[in-house]
């Protein structure tokens, strides 16, 4: 065991104030890696203020942080895919139980029995819960640990790793969009990395906001089109026209206004997580055959292949980089959608505490 530098929370009203915690040693097959570039997530300050405590309560003190991205420092003897040198991205899993019939088919992040990358139980026992990447340092076990494409600027690959395959996952997985029309509402931190792979993957993509003002920024990331949702005309020319809509608004919203937009047989689905239950036209998915899903990050295996297309395509998150020392002051800002469109943590900031 050594120790760390970090930055933690002692409670649900306390600042993110500098902080030192334990690490595990590295066994045989794990990596060792220093951070240099954690992104911030929605959900880190969910955690950190315990807005979740009904489904997984906060255990304190928490170091948030699952969008990690860094250079290996040391390996195991048993390590066989990384050698120190080498950049590696850490993303919302730490472990699975490797057994289970969704490990086996290469979706662990289905796991029963995941580690989460902060606030899980630790296994190793090296503290009561698991430590995340607002810390100087991380041991994970290699088959949890990704390959980073060197072409990428590294802060904003950072958001890749929790922002990037949530929207990657269910767009990949509805197949060919080569051609098709896909829409996604909300241009946000996923909303805007929805954008990006969509167009990646050939589609025309129609961006849907409540603020004309995202306007130009939307054509920007690579909209063919963008629809004002609060406009019913706008609403109306689309209707029925659109083969999959990836919906990122965690706010609450009038989810079959959307589902209307779909054309026969098309599919909407959720990776923002509204905190109330969403209302459900029967009659929104019966006509048309319509399907309504959700989507959660993505397993190892297709995290490792968005990092790969990534690196093909020149794709990053668009970030803003902080030191650490402003990370109270970019949650504040992050309550009020103040970033554009990801903060991204510059770890070497730590080194000044």
Same mark, same amino acid.
């Given at each position: 065991?050594?120790?760390?530098?970090?930055?933690?929370?002692a409670?649900?009203t306390?600042?993110?104030?500098?902080d030192?915690?334990?690490?595990?040693?590295?066994?045989?097959?794990?990596?060792?890696?220093?951070?240099?570039?954690?992104?911030?997530?929605?959900?880190?300050?969910?955690?950190?203020?315990?807005?979740?405590?009904?489904?997984?309560?906060?255990?304190?003190?928490?170091?948030?942080?699952?969008?990690?991205?860094g250079?290996?420092?040391?390996?195991?003897t048993?390590?066989?895919?990384?050698?120190?040198g080498?950049?590696?991205?850490?993303?919302?899993?730490?472990?699975?139980?490797?057994?289970?019939p969704?490990?086996?088919?290469?979706?662990?992040?289905?796991?029963?029995?995941?580690?989460?990358?902060? =606030?899980?139980?630790?296994?190793?026992?090296?503290?009561?819960?698991?430590?995340?990447?607002?810390?100087?340092?991380?041991?994970?076990?290699?088959?949890?640990?990704?390959?980073?494409?060197?072409?990428?600027?590294?802060?904003?690959?950072?958001?890749?790793?929790?922002?990037?395959?949530?929207?990657?996952?269910?767009?990949?997985?509805?197949?060919?969009?080569?051609?098709?029309k896909?829409?996604?509402?909300?241009?946000?931190?996923l909303?805007?990395?929805g954008?990006?792979?969509?167009?990646?993957?050939?589609?025309?993509?129609?961006?849907?906001?409540?603020?004309?003002?995202?306007?130009?920024?939307?054509?920007?990331?690579?909209a063919?089109?963008?629809?004002?949702?609060? =406009?019913?005309?706008?609403?109306?020319?689309?209707?029925?026209?659109?083969?999959?809509?990836?919906?990122?608004?965690?706010?609450?919203?009038d989810?079959?206004?959307?589902l209307?937009?779909?054309?026969?047989?098309g =599919?909407?689905?959720?990776?923002?997580?509204?905190?109330?239950?969403?209302?459900?036209?029967?009659?929104?998915?019966?006509?048309?055959?319509?399907?309504?899903?959700?989507?959660?990050?993505?397993?190892?295996?297709?995290?490792?292949?968005m990092?790969d297309?990534c690196?093909?395509?020149?794709?990053?998150?668009?970030?803003?980089?902080?030191p650490?020392?402003?990370?109270?002051?970019?949650?504040?800002?992050?309550?009020?959608?103040?970033?554009?469109?990801?903060?991204?943590?510059?770890?070497?900031?730590?080194?000044?505490?």
């Open positions: 065991m050594y120790k760390a530098k970090a930055y933690s929370a409670s649900a306390s600042p993110l104030a500098s030192i915690i334990p690490r595990r040693d590295a066994t045989d097959r794990d990596v060792q890696i220093e951070i240099l570039f954690c992104g911030i997530c929605h959900s880190d300050l969910h955690s950190v203020r315990n807005e979740w405590s009904s489904i997984m309560p906060t255990v304190y003190p928490i170091v948030p942080g699952h969008e990690i991205v250079r290996v420092t040391s390996v195991g048993a390590v066989t895919k990384f050698k120190p080498d950049l590696a991205g850490v993303g919302c899993l730490v472990d699975s139980d490797h057994t289970c969704n490990c086996t088919d290469g979706l662990e992040q289905l796991c029963p029995n995941q580690t989460l990358t902060f =606030n899980s139980p630790d296994r190793h026992g090296t503290a009561p819960v698991t430590y995340g990447g607002y810390s100087e340092s991380i041991v994970v076990d290699e088959r949890f640990v990704l390959h980073v494409p060197a072409n990428l600027n590294l802060a904003g690959v950072a958001p890749l790793l929790c922002a990037g395959i949530t929207t990657y996952s269910p767009l990949k997985r509805w197949g060919d969009l080569n051609g098709k896909v829409g996604v509402v909300g241009l946000g931190g909303g805007h990395m954008v990006k792979f969509a167009k990646a993957f050939g589609a025309k993509v129609v961006v849907f906001t409540t603020s004309p003002g995202k306007k130009e920024d939307a054509l920007r990331l690579g063919d089109e963008v629809i004002i949702s609060t =406009n019913p005309a706008e609403m109306l020319q689309h209707s029925g026209t659109f083969n999959f809509i990836l919906d990122t608004i965690s706010a609450d919203h989810i079959n206004a959307y209307g937009m779909l054309s026969r047989d =599919n909407l689905t959720l990776v923002g997580a509204p905190e109330k239950p969403i209302p459900i036209s029967a009659f929104a998915l019966l006509i048309g055959r319509r399907s309504l899903s959700g989507s959660v990050i993505g397993g190892i295996a297709e995290t490792q292949e990092l297309f690196g093909q395509h020149n794709i990053t998150a668009d970030v803003e980089v902080i650490i020392q402003k990370v109270n002051e970019a949650y504040e800002r992050l309550i009020k959608s103040d970033v554009k469109y990801r903060f991204s943590i510059d770890m070497a900031s730590l080194k000044a505490e």
